[in-house]
């Protein structure tokens, strides 16, 4: 049964200095109403976002440092529907996708490691790179043959070319699969943006394991060029 965490987030927004922890984003969840359809891992699943622009002066979100002040993106003429990033198909639509990530769990134990850093993008769209990490019980990234709580996953959408971007939210979902059917899908959302030269876009998931199985994942978003 799929369950959706949607992740509602007060962003960040700063300059290219960064976000740190103590001023970065707070979330809340609000399970879906699949929520309660089949049972769940025992600590909630979480996520979420932030924004850095290239400098203070920057459009869009980043303008400023309140997140209430944020500017939020306006849907040009001609611009395409908005689409849940959660709707995409890689295979379909890689430029909005990171590349797949596979791991196995047998035994409760780290059988096979996930790929920590994999990279898309080209020189005419936004490079989404994914870190994932198999975490132990206390807290240490897992080795093989160790206990698995749960995954760690952190991904960046970033703007590289000389072109700027309108993500109509701040949208970037974790889709995991177990055993080639879907286990969780995270998403964040927060007001749009746009994401000019130099910019990007930050979103953390950590989500519990507790089940055995051959699991993958793959992070997504939706934007669309200004003109």
């Known amino acids: 049964m799929k369950r959706t965490i949607l992740i509602v987030a007060i962003v960040c927004a700063l300059a290219a200095a960064g976000c740190g922890s103590e001023n970065g984003p707070n979330a809340t969840i609000r399970p879906s109403p699949f929520a309660s359809d089949s049972p769940g891992p025992t600590v909630s699943p979480a996520a979420t976002t932030d924004v850095v622009t290239a400098s203070p002066s920057a459009t869009g979100a980043g303008s400023t440092a309140s997140p209430q002040a944020a500017s939020t993106a306006t849907p040009l003429a001609g611009a395409p529907a908005t689409r849940e990033s959660t709707s995409v198909a890689c295979n379909d639509d890689p430029q909005f996708c990171s590349r797949e990530v ?85 998403e964040t959302t927060g007001d749009g943006f746009e994401m000019t030269p130099d910019s990007k876009m930050l979103a953390k998931f950590d989500l519990p394991i507790i089940h055995n199985g051959s699991y993958e994942w793959a992070a997504r978003t939706w934007f669309y060029e200004k003109t």
């Open 102 to 186: 596979t791991m196995r769990v047998s035994g409760d134990n780290l059988a096979a490691a996930p790929v920590r850093n994999v990279t898309r993008g080209g020189s005419t769209t936004p490079n989404i790179t994914m870190v994932s990490t198999a975490v132990a019980p206390g807290g240490d990234e897992a080795a093989i043959g160790d206990e698995v709580s749960k995954i760690h996953v952190e991904v960046a959408v970033r703007n590289t070319t000389n072109r700027t971007f309108v993500f109509a939210k701040r949208d970037v979902s974790l889709r995991v699969e177990r055993n080639g059917e879907e286990y969780e899908v995270l």
